[in-house]
């Protein structure tokens, strides 16, 4: 009795498998976003270059090529490395699910990175601005709050997500603790002040639920927690009204990265606070480094 063909992977059905799981991994929809558009011109090149092949069928010397062809087009260094990270992440997830033979992604080469300055804001008047922000529903405080604790840790909107109340601990003195969980555990300080934002809404909250930053529609409160979109929904609307109309949830974390460095913090003290396992890319802020006006 013949064995049956093993059927080839079809390449739709691969990046739909593929952005599913990385929404899984709690990715913010713009990136999902830009993983797709990665993915799909990957697929463009290799129809556009007369190939048949399926994703099985794809060697060294397809991967090769599309690396000059990007080149071809004068994409910027980290524009052509985004979009071969994306590849290289994509293959290695259909190697680990057996979709394909070989782990072509593993060695996959990438140009290096090119450090720009990531855009930021003052952190100060950006606190300011949002210690200004209404308190009178538990919608207000739960906005308020969520984005002064972006701000505060330069924690990512993933994380900030997905805090419970029971991860806040009062400490003696004018800091307070907050524990991070899953990926990226740790413990960092906090002010007393945002403590006690935290601690206003709790009894301002209906229900039991162990989250903070519940899910709201027109209806109210959805008893579950925020979602990444939801936060870069959020950001987006409050733009104009904390002054800074074109922030995104990264400029919270990369504006108090650079307020922590103007103040002295270690590198290694601000990566034990993001919770990253390799240094950050503390040299992109370098030449904006100058001590803060007291």
């Known amino acids: 009795?013949?064995?049956?063909?093993?059927?080839s992977v079809d390449?739709?059905?691969?990046?739909?498998?593929?952005?599913?799981?990385?929404?899984?991994?709690?990715?913010?929809?713009?990136?999902?976003?830009?993983?797709?558009?990665?993915?799909?011109?990957?697929?463009?090149?290799?129809?556009?270059?007369?190939?048949?092949?399926?994703?099985?069928?794809?060697?060294?010397?397809?991967?090769?090529?599309?690396?000059?062809?990007?080149?071809?087009?004068?994409?910027?260094?980290?524009?052509?490395?985004?979009?071969?990270?994306?590849?290289?992440?994509?293959?290695?997830?259909?190697?680990?699910?057996?979709?394909?033979?070989?782990d072509l992604g593993r060695k996959l080469p990438t140009p290096h990175k090119m450090e720009r300055i990531p855009v930021t804001v003052s952190a100060k008047v950006l606190l300011l601005a949002i210690e200004k922000l209404p308190q009178e529903t538990e919608l207000d405080m739960r906005n308020r709050a969520l984005l002064w604790t972006l701000l505060e840790t330069g924690c990512l909107i993933s994380e900030v997500a997905k805090i419970r109340f029971e991860d806040w601990h009062s400490l003696k003195g004018e800091t307070a603790m907050l524990e991070f969980h899953g990926k990226n555990t740790r413990s960092i300080g906090v002010s007393a002040d945002l403590y006690q934002t935290i601690q206003a809404l709790k009894q301002k909250r209906k229900g039991e639920s162990p989250w903070i930053f519940l899910g709201f529609n027109k209806f109210g409160s959805l008893g579950a927690a925020i979602s990444p979109r939801g936060i870069e929904m959020l950001v987006k609307a409050y733009g104009s009204q904390l002054g800074f109309p074109e922030i995104v949830p990264r400029t919270f974390r990369h504006s108090i990265v650079l307020s922590w460095l103007q103040n002295g913090f270690?590198?290694?003290?601000?990566?034990?606070?993001?919770?990253?396992?390799s240094a950050y890319a503390f040299r992109a802020f370098a030449s904006s480094v100058k001590p803060e006006a007291q």
């Open 266 to 277: 270690t590198e290694a003290a601000i990566q034990q606070r993001l919770g990253l396992k």
């Open 1 to 7: 009795m013949k064995k049956a063909k093993k059927k």
């Open 11 to 102: 390449f739709p059905y691969a990046i739909k498998s593929f952005l599913g799981y990385l929404e899984g991994t709690q990715k913010a929809l713009h990136t999902i976003k830009n993983y797709r558009l990665d993915l799909l011109a990957f697929q463009s090149f290799l129809s556009e270059a007369g190939s048949k092949k399926s994703l099985e069928e794809i060697d060294a010397s397809d991967l090769e090529s599309y690396q000059n062809h990007l080149r071809s087009l004068g994409l910027k260094t980290n524009t052509r490395r985004r979009k071969l990270m994306t590849l290289r992440k994509f293959l290695s997830y259909l190697a680990g699910r057996k979709k394909i033979p070989v």
